[in-house]
């Protein structure tokens, strides 16, 4: 199973970022994964990781198909592609319908035909086709990349429920996942086989990224619990651990925030936490990636967690993450 790291990370600048990414090549680690939701875009700090860097492969995991039209987003993929000499890999992503429609003032009504027009078009484009679309979410004449990327940028997709799983399987090169549990992994990792199966395509070549949240140090089990409760309220991923068999701890959490984030966090069970943290590295630790790479994850990325408890700075945690998670470490 490869091993990468999100670089962005709550309480770091983006030099600090692109310094973590450096750090991961350095440990010997696979991929550096940025997104962006209202911090750093995800494009800056995966531009100077480039130039930065030799191996490590880059990705977005993810960037919300919302805050770019397809054109841009293909040009800025192929522009990346160039940078790195190869190594980028295009991941695109819903994102809520909280930052959609509230942050952004845009619309998420029809989602998944929304992805799928896009990841068409996008995907058209990178090909180095000219694209005459006209669909419901999507209308586009004439556009043609005057540079077509080389090689080839694979495009993934994240995914939470069945159907943006099969519309993965059917379109897309890999899958991303986010909060899945090892048996989630599995059961996601079918649908996007079943729907790869039905379109003529081999399961087998489309990648299975995780973004695994981790913690260390002596608050890491409060800040699990934290960080959970927070995903829960929001609709998608609590209906995606509903279907991941947490329904009772989903209307619990529910009912604490009602009280305030104390009583939401200490809703969140043990189970929850030990199925979708990566915990301190050690056994247990080991044991986990080994779950998940048995329920189908090819790539996981890890995501420091970031600490409040003060006995380190953002940046400390998460280079002590990437020294603590190192490949030769959890050999």
């Keep these: 199973m490869r ?27 696979d991929d550096a994964w940025s997104s962006e939701s209202g911090g750093p875009d995800g494009i800056s700090p995966l531009a100077a990781l480039a130039v930065r860097t030799s191996r490590i492969r880059l990705g977005t ?9 397809p054109a841009l987003t ?8 160039a940078l790195s000499k190869g190594r980028f890999v295009l991941g695109l992503g819903l994102s809520t319908r909280y930052i959609v429609e509230r942050w952004l003032g845009q619309r998420l009504d029809r989602p998944l035909t929304r992805m799928r027009e896009y990841l068409t078009v996008v995907r058209g484009l990178l090909d180095g086709h000219e694209t005459n679309f006209a669909g419901s979410t999507i209308s586009m004449l004439g556009f ?7 090689p080839r940028v694979p495009v993934y997709v994240a995914a939470l429920g069945p159907g943006v799983c099969r519309l993965a399987g059917a379109l897309a090169d890999g899958v991303i996942f986010f909060l899945k549990t090892p048996a989630g992994v599995k059961q996601a ?6 729907a790869a199966a039905k379109t003529g395509r081999d399961p087998a070549d489309l990648e299975g990224v995780l ?17 959970v409760a927070a995903y829960a309220r929001m609709p998608d991923y609590a209906r995606s651990l509903r279907l991941q068999g947490f329904g009772d701890q989903v209307d619990a959490i529910a009912a604490g925030w009602v009280a305030g984030r104390e009583r939401a966090k200490e809703a969140v069970s043990p189970a ?50 990437l020294r603590a998670f190192a490949p030769a470490r959890l050999q």
């Design 189 to 194: 990792m079918a649908w996007v086989g079943e």
């Design 144 to 150: 043609q990349l005057k540079t077509p990327p080389r």
């Design 74 to 81: 293909a040009m800025t993929a192929a522009s990346l592609q």
């Design 272 to 321: 929850m936490v030990e199925s979708l943290i990566l915990p301190e590295a050690g056994e247990l630790a080991r044991a986990t990636l080994e779950s998940f790479e048995a329920a189908g994850v090819q790539s996981v990325a890890l995501l420091p967690i970031r600490s409040f408890a003060g006995e380190a700075t953002a940046f400390e945690n998460a280079t002590g993450v």
């Design 3 to 29: 091993r990468g790291v999100s670089i962005e990370v709550a309480g770091l600048t983006v030099p600090q970022a692109v310094e973590l990414g450096v750090l991961a090549e350095q440990l010997g680690f």
């Design 61 to 69: 995991a993810i960037l919300p198909i919302a805050n770019r039209t």
């Design 211 to 227: 973004v695994l949240p981790t913690t260390r140090g002596v608050d890491g089990a409060d800040r699990a619990r934290a960080y």
